[in-house]
């Protein structure tokens, strides 16, 4: 299966400040079709997940765009440009090239 | 809008099954795979399996073949997920999605 490492596991931030996840892969998540299926949710507490990006970079409908998302082959970056009190949560990094798809283990996000 | 509404909690005895469910609506039910995902309580999430909603064709984690059966009634628009032999090691929310968006999870409590 695989792995998907997420770094740092915790992350504390004041509000404006921008942040940055890591999220790196036991394989390449290029598939045969040439898209890289690598997404990146949040959940916020009591929630269910939701999604943030897809295909490593295109913002789903509805987020803001201070979140972006970079990478490729095995070494992806979620971004934050601008923390707000709203994006307080765990964020989770999700590939779905290979089956059985998985996830990271989650990167906390604080607000000081 | 798109809506996952899952059934509600449920408290099961250890060796029993559960059916549990979740009803689309807001798009068209056969044009998005649904996807399966567990949630074990305050840890990362895991992906259970897929169902096509049009044709019926699954694929499971290995981790789940034997624990998960996937189904859906096209003609009320709901996908199913039947746990068997139920163990304390089920205890977990399970959510159903079609990635882009996620049900409001359903927990599970297996307990004599």
């Known amino acids: 299966d695989v792995v998907l490492t997420q770094t740092p596991p915790t992350l504390s931030a004041t509000i404006g400040q921008s942040v940055s996840i890591s999220c790196r892969s036991s394989q390449s998540l290029l598939d045969s079709d040439g898209d890289t299926y690598l997404n990146w949710l949040l959940q916020r507490p009591g929630q269910s997940p939701q999604l943030l990006i897809y295909?490593?970079?295109n913002l789903e409908s509805g987020v803001p765009n201070r979140f972006s998302g970079s990478g490729s082959e095995t070494d992806f970056t979620l971004k934050i440009s601008g923390v707000e009190a709203e994006d307080l949560g765990v964020y989770y990094c999700?590939?779905?090239?290979?089956?059985?798809?998985?996830f990271g283990s989650g990167t906390k996000l604080e607000i000081k | 809008q798109v809506n996952l509404l899952q059934s509600g909690a449920a408290l099961v005895k250890p060796g029993a099954s559960v059916k549990l469910s979740c009803k689309a609506s807001g798009y068209t039910f056969t044009d998005y795979y649904i996807h399966w995902v567990k949630q074990s309580h305050g840890k990362s999430l895991e992906w259970i399996g897929y169902?096509?909603?049009?044709?019926?064709?699954?694929n499971y984690n290995e981790k789940f073949k034997s624990k998960a059966t996937l189904t859906v009634d096209k003609s009320t628009n709901t996908a199913y997920m039947e746990l068997s032999r139920l163990t304390s090691e089920d205890s977990a929310t399970y959510y159903c999605?079609?990635?882009?968006?996620w049900g409001q999870g359903v927990m599970v409590t297996v307990s004599s």
């Open positions: 999700m590939q779905a090239t290979h089956a059985p798809f998985t």
């Open positions: 295909s490593v970079s």
């Open positions: 169902i096509n909603p049009n044709s019926g064709y699954t």
């Open positions: 999605t079609i990635l882009g968006y």
